[in-house]
C-alpha cells in the first residue's frame, strides 16, 4: 500500500481540490485556459434519500451552468440527464456530452443501475481531440516561467 500511495502524492501534485461552492471556482479560474475543472455539483433531480447537501434548486443550477458556458477554462460536468443542463449545455453552445453507464449501491448493499452523463465544454474538448492545452505562451511569459496566466 505505502507505494501505492508514492503513486498518487505524486499524481496530486499539481492538482488542486476544493470543496466549496462550485460557483467561487468556475469565478476565480474563469480567465485561465490551461485549467481543467471538473464539477460534481449536487444533481439537479429529486430522489427518494437525500444526500447530506443536496441543492434541487432551478436558480443554483442556473446560475452555475451560466458561470460555466461563459468560462474560457476547460469544464468536465457530470450529472444525471436533465432538462435544464440539456437546454444550456447545447452542441451549439460547443458542449459535448458522454453517457456512462454506472451504478449505486444503497446502505442496504442492492445496486441501482445509473446512466451518467459528463458533458464538456468547447475547451476540454479541443484539449482532448488535440491532446494540447488550449494556450499558446508569448515569448515573455515563456521566459517568466508562466504555465496559466489569464486571458
Known sequence: MPKRLEQVAERLKTIRIENRDA????????????????L???????????YNVDVVNEDFHY?????????????LISGYDNELYNSLLTK????????????TRDTTGKDYPRTEVLW????????????????????????????????
Open 23 to 38: 460557483r467561487e471556482i468556475i469565478e476565480m479560474f474563469s480567465d485561465r485556459p490551461a485549467t481543467l475543472i471538473y
Open 40 to 50: 460534481d455539483p449536487p444533481y439537479n433531480i429529486a430522489r427518494k434519500q437525500r
Open 63 to 75: 446560475d452555475l451552468i451560466n458561470k460555466c458556458v461563459n468560462s474560457r477554462s476547460m469544464i
Open 92 to 103: 451549439e453552445r460547443g458542449w459535448i456530452r458522454r453517457h456512462l453507464l454506472t451504478s
Open 120 to 151: 464538456g465544454n468547447e475547451y476540454y474538448a479541443k484539449a482532448i481531440n488535440d491532446n494540447i492545452l488550449p494556450i499558446e505562451l508569448s515569448p515573455q511569459e515563456k521566459k517568466a516561467n508562466k504555465i496559466n496566466p489569464p486571458r
